[in-house]
């Protein structure tokens, strides 16, 4: 299994890679396969300290998760606003997603739904991110200024070469999220094995906002693959309590809290799309 942090050079095109993702089109060539989105279903981490496994201790429970201790573009962050830079000409966010087919599975850590067909994709500077999945994480991942928010949801893409592309959502308790709402019967129906649920229509995937942040990260979850371009939405959407129940109770004792730490800056900018502000700065 290739981990992004063992190859230098590769670690370096990423960064290249960043700085220059608001005017080229560049992506490094480093690998990573759909194998690595897919998490298994074995789940020999947990998200309690206590264990001995938890987020603390993933990068030594397996050689290829050393990346979880030792990275140095981990995810999530706090995503403070003095460290935010607001660029004009990032670009907005350009998805063309389609209906298809789609599974449910409860992985022991979230709930995933799949997509087994094609349902489009999203486009980052000129090069296209196949749409794989989405699950969620509760209470969220990402932090706006050190507040933690109710449920936080992944849309995961990826690239012909590899790079790894996620949307992240926020949400905060109120109105019922009306993407969840169409999925919720089946994952309160879930059982052990992957459930076909018909045609899901990501379009239904709702944002609320243009605005952004783009920074470099990884994965949230073993092996906590670094090169991760994420897109956080500026918005705060909503989400009932039941609904975040419902994604609570499906999965496997200890996970009802799945929200990694968040990790260290590490020096590495946050972008903010913003179109209604004039210049590059902020
Ligand atoms: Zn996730």
Known sequence: ???????????????VTFFILSTHTLFSSCNASESEVETEDETPF????????????????????????KGKLQSPIDLLDQRVQVIRN???????????????????????????????????NGTDFKLLQCHWHSPSEHTFNGTRYNLEFH???????????????????????PFLAKLLSHISSIGKEEKDI?????G?????????????GSLTVPPCTEGVIWTIVKKVRTVSREQ??????????GFEANARPTQQLEGRPILLYNPGIKGGSK
């Not at 018909?198 to 990501?202: F, L, Q």
Request: proline share 6%; charged share 25%.
């Open 204 to 216: 239904d995937i709702k944002f609320g906002s243009r605005k952004y942040y783009r920074y470099i």
């Open 198 to 202: 018909g045609i899901v229509n990501p």
């Open 1 to 15: 299994m290739a981990v992004y942090s063992n190859n230098p050079s590769c670690l370096i095109s990423l960064f």
């Open 46 to 69: 947990t998200y309690l300290e206590g264990t001995g496994k938890g987020p603390r201790k993933w990068g030594q429970i397996n050689p290829h998760w050393q990346v979880c201790d």
């Open 244 to 253: 975040v129940r419902a994604l609570r109770d499906v999965v496997h004792d």
């Open 155 to 177: 849309v995961i893409h990826l690239s012909s070469n590899g790079t790894i592309a996620v949307i992240g959502i926020t949400y905060k308790y109120g109105r019922p999220d």
């Open 90 to 124: 990032l670009g907005k966010l350009k998805r063309d997603y389609n209906p298809a087919p789609a599974t449910v599975k409860n992985r022991g850590h979230d709930v995933t739904v799949r997509w087994k067909e094609d349902a489009g994709k999203i486009i980052i």
